[in-house]
């Protein structure tokens, strides 16, 4: 009988850590130290700024810097020389500590001073753009702590802010301003004094138009939510940027507030017209009424009244003849109104471009240019003055030729009228 021989066991297994598992602690003081003693050692005297800075990027490049793990660190360099304190974010003051002289913090407080920086930021990413996050987080750490900082700190910030985005650096404009909206900053007036010169700095090569579109982009186009609540209304609001040198942006918020108060009208006019079909005299109150209180202009009002006249026709499943007879039956119905504020000429002749549009606009009308103008005229709300006046010398040309066409005997009607009154004197 043979016994089996018993085959050694393994009593123990050493495991090894795989190199990928260790995690190598952050060190961003030391990653700060280095990127400035680059800066120190490629400084030469003589250079300009974008020259110093250039140098030092050509430098930074051929460094084996770990920038993805620290790319927020580089950028806290680029805008205070330094890093940022870990508490309140304030750039660090110890006399000690070595700081990189140019800085964004510490530039010349506009635009050509600050731009060197963005030059070399468009490079850099360009070649990391992994790093437009770290750019982003470094931004968003700046506006949430501008208490923190000094007032040309903060104008040198709006600055760098403004040419983020101009030079598109590739952060969406919401994601920065959206963290403007700080109640806590806002009733301290250090989000108003931010953004009106961040406006300033912007409008410096920008337009007002493409300065609206960047804030309703980053939906902070309210402007008054900046303001602390004891001078958000529209005389805080005119004072403020009238101070501030900014009569076109006072302009636009009152067109602004005037078109919200024109929507606000048009709504409840179509609301009352449709309710109330013999409210004509009420209707007039609520829009003289409104016209006082929001100082809306005739022009304006014209152009509201009419189209909520319109509004208040139930256009579906209607054909032609019927909205023809529609819109004939409507204006007639609410003539009063009309007139009420067509007052002078000028306002005569705009109520007839309104209703060329119309007609232009829907062709089902086309034909009711003509009926709608002899109705208007009848009933007292156009002159024969400002219906010559369209026909002679009205500039808008969308349809004018078929209407004129259209008009012809009724114009001819006019004209005879004038002479056999001219023939009884």
């Known amino acids: 009988m043979t016994t089996k021989e018993e085959k050694p066991t393994l009593g123990g297994a050493r495991i090894r850590t795989r190199k990928r598992n260790i995690t190598v602690p952050l060190d961003p003081s030391s990653f700060a130290d280095t990127v400035i003693a680059i800066y120190n050692d490629s400084f030469e005297e003589g250079y300009t700024t974008q020259q110093q800075l250039d140098a030092f990027v050509k430098t930074l490049e051929t460094s084996e810097l770990d920038f993805s793990r620290y790319g927020d660190t580089l950028f806290e360099v680029f805008f205070t020389g330094s890093r940022l304190s870990a508490g309140a974010g304030a750039v660090l003051e110890e006399a000690d500590k070595e700081k990189m002289e140019y800085c964004i913090l510490n530039a010349e407080r506009n635009k050509a001073g600050v731009m060197p920086f963005i030059k070399v930021f468009q490079v850099i990413l360009r070649r990391r753009p992994f790093l437009i996050k770290n750019l982003e987080n470094i931004l968003k750490r700046l506006l949430t702590q501008l208490e923190h900082y000094t007032e040309p700190q903060q104008d040198l910030t709006a600055i760098a802010l403004s040419l983020t985005f101009t030079q598109k650096l590739g952060i969406p404009p919401e994601n920065l301003m959206i963290t403007l909206c700080n109640d806590a900053l806002v009733a301290k007036g250090t989000i108003l004094r931010f953004m009106t010169f961040f406006i300033k700095a912007h409008l410096v090569d920008q337009s007002l138009e493409e300065l609206i579109v960047l804030l309703r982009k980053s939906r902070v186009d309210d402007l008054m939510e900046f303001f602390p609540m004891q001078k958000r209304n529209a005389d805080g609001f005119k004072q403020h940027f009238e101070a501030a040198g900014l009569p076109t942006l006072v302009s636009y918020q009152e067109k602004k507030l005037a078109a919200e108060s024109l929507y606000v009208l048009e709504d409840a006019l179509v609301a009352h017209i449709e309710e109330f079909p013999n409210g004509v005299a009420e209707a007039i109150e609520m829009v003289t009424a409104a016209k006082a209180e929001k100082g809306l202009s005739d022009a ?75 109705m208007l005229y009848d009933t007292d709300v156009l002159s024969e003055e400002a219906i010559v006046f369209w026909a002679k010398k009205g500039t808008n040309p969308k349809g004018r030729q078929v209407f004129l066409d259209a008009l012809a005997p009724f114009l001819k009607w006019l004209e005879d009228a004038e002479e056999d009154d001219d023939d009884e004197e």
């Open 300 to 374: 304006l009002l014209v152009n509201v009244l009419w189209k909520s006249v319109m509004g208040s026709i139930q256009w579906a499943g209607k054909n032609q003849q019927q909205s023809s007879n529609a819109v004939l039956r409507q204006s007639k119905l609410w003539s009063k109104l009309l007139g009420a504020f067509t007052t002078s000429k000028k306002l005569e002749v705009e109520l007839i471009y309104i209703v060329q549009h119309l007609c232009y606009e829907h062709n089902n009308l086309m034909k009711v240019f003509q009926d709608i103008v002899r």
